[in-house]
């Protein structure tokens, strides 16, 4: 019987976390405004009661997928930053291709992330899982010095933000100069 519930409760998590994933599918492609529990069903091709199920209301649905966008950016940019602390001027060459890479063949997921965090700023209940990906990231990196890493960190989302504005994405090239002092910033 153990092993009945244990199965089951793993491909709950694998419906939870499939519904997550297509909800960030709808965001990119419809924005914020295009999330419903019909949408979100379609694009897991699932019943609409399994979006219900896991997920009572639309608030949760956000709340759930803003909470592992903040887990997934606040790993990824941990990877970043130490690899920059160990890679010291090639460090900066993979945070300015990782960014790079955001704003151009993930540029989607990047815009849907944002929008997720910018309607936190409309909607209070949304905003304790938007702070989220700073605290889990200082707890994973725990910085010597938590000014530096939120100067780094607000660099980086203006880059992000500036990227995802302009007609083209900036390259590689282009971002490494503003990394390269956004990394040695005291």
Do not use: N
């Amino acid at each position: 019987m153990k092993s009945l519930r244990d199965g089951r409760k793993e491909r709950g998590e694998k419906r939870r976390r499939a519904l997550i994933d297509a909800t960030l599918r709808v965001i990119e492609r419809d924005g914020v405004a295009g999330v419903t529990h019909r949408s979100v069903a379609a694009e897991a091709g699932v019943p609409t009661t399994s979006t219900t199920y896991h997920f009572t209301s639309l608030d949760d649905l956000l709340i759930a997928t803003l909470i592992t966008c903040a887990h997934d950016m606040a790993t990824e940019v941990y990877w970043m930053i130490d690899r920059a602390r160990s890679r010291g001027s090639r460090g900066a060459d993979e945070v300015a291709s990782l960014l790079a890479e955001a704003l151009g063949p993930r540029r989607g997921r990047t815009m849907a992330e944002y929008e997720l965090y910018l309607l936190a700023a409309r909607r209070p209940e949304l905003r304790p899982a938007a702070r989220r990906w700073l605290d889990v990231l200082t707890s994973m990196v725990r910085p010597d010095d938590l000014v530096a890493l939120r100067a780094f960190l607000a660099g980086i989302d203006g880059l992000l933000i500036q990227g995802l504005i302009d007609d083209e994405p900036p390259t590689a090239e282009e971002l490494r100069p503003v990394v390269d002092r956004l990394l040695s910033s005291p």
